[in-house]
């Protein structure tokens, strides 16, 4: 079982896209933030996902 959590940049209506793999939920936080500050396309979010274990 995977303890990592994954950082995910989506697309509205489209498919999703690995961007990042990190070992504690803090750090995968801070790069989410820092992704979305560099994006205005309302359209794209990024998104956290945690272990499955924990979901």
Known sequence: M???Y???KCVK???CELI???DNRD???KARAEKENEITDENIIFV???PRHLL
């Open 48 to 50: 956290v996902v945690p």
């Open 27 to 29: 750090d995968a936080e």
């Open 20 to 22: 990042g793999v990190f």
């Open 13 to 15: 209506n489209h498919a």
């Open 2 to 4: 995977s303890e990592k």
């Open 6 to 8: 994954d950082v995910l």
